[in-house]
């Protein structure tokens, strides 16, 4: 019938055939008809055309494709003038806490793959020159990042959990998120000097003993002893 919504499923196929539809309308007219699916939450649409046989029937292919969106992360120091942070290893874990895979591509992004993909499926994905990240293929959902390696001289910063929500990212489909890792912190420490020892340019190698000296991971000091 005409106008009327049309359910398919495994049961008859995926398909629905219109018979027998007029031509011409009452002034001579020519009819046009087209097809319009609600289409599933999380998927896109698309419609092409073929025209088969001698009566020229129109059949129309509806395809669905779901929805996925791209993370991107960003890697910053978390100095009082902040700088990007290169090499930082994370995971990422999806709602249920299972660990994600990703295979890298040509441009260094990440693409989410089946944990048996062949050639290099890794569940350990790393930021790049500029401390940049980005994770695509990924459904709409709940993720969390969690660091697991920090770039050197700097503290592990806290899981990250982010929702790709596919009501208010309709148009962009990409989600930034910056995380910060903090500098290295050292509780004064007692050093004992027993070969050559260099402490901010100060050679202290004749020095046999004890030094307290206080230690963050740009600046070392020296203190009177």
């Not at 009082?80 to 992004?109: E, M, T």
Request: aromatic residues 8%; proline residues 4%.
């Amino acid at each position: 019938a005409y106008g009327e919504a049309v359910m398919l499923t495994a049961d008859n196929n995926w398909t629905y055939t219109w018979e027998k539809l007029p031509f011409l309308d009452e002034d001579g007219g020519v009819y046009t008809y087209t097809v319009r699916e609600k289409t599933p939450d999380e998927f896109d649409v698309s419609y092409s055309t073929e025209t088969v046989g001698e009566d020229q029937s129109q059949v129309i292919t509806i395809t669905n494709t779901r929805r996925t969106y791209q993370l991107e992360l960003l890697k910053r120091s978390g100095h009082s003038a902040p700088v990007p942070l290169a090499d930082a290893v994370f995971r990422d874990l999806d709602s249920d806490g299972a660990v994600l895979y990703f295979q890298r591509n040509p441009d260094g992004q990440y693409a989410l793959c089946a944990a048996d993909t062949e050639g290099a499926a890794t569940a350990v994905v790393t930021a790049g020159e500029e401390g940049k990240l980005v994770l695509a293929g990924l459904p709409a959902g709940a993720y969390t990042l969690e660091e697991t390696e920090a770039p050197a001289g700097y503290q592990l910063a806290q899981p990250q959990t982010v929702i790709l929500d596919g009501e208010s990212m309709k148009e962009s489909r990409s989600y930034s998120l910056t995380i910060v890792d903090e500098l290295m912190k050292y509780d004064p420490s007692e050093i004992i000097c027993n070969d050559a020892f260099m402490v901010s340019g100060v050679d202290i190698s004749d020095l046999r003993g004890r030094l307290h000296i206080s230690v963050n991971a740009l600046e070392p000091h020296i203190f009177d002893d």
